[in-house]
């Protein structure tokens, strides 16, 4: 497991739920939360500090939510 599936895994489910408290519905959450990551991936090849990059995801998944 590479550490953008660790990343991922560790962290999809709270991402979900914090999604899901703007959304509503669980699978728009879920895809959300995949968007965010795929599009934080595309974007950063350099690996920061871990609650950097936790904290780098929580804002763009919320620029999906607003």
Known sequence: MGPEEKL???HYKSLCHF???????SSVAEDLVQEAFITFLGKNSVWMNRRVLFAIIYILLYGFLV
């Open 8 to 10: 991922f895994r560790q």
């Open 19 to 25: 999604a899901w408290k703007f959304v509503g519905e």
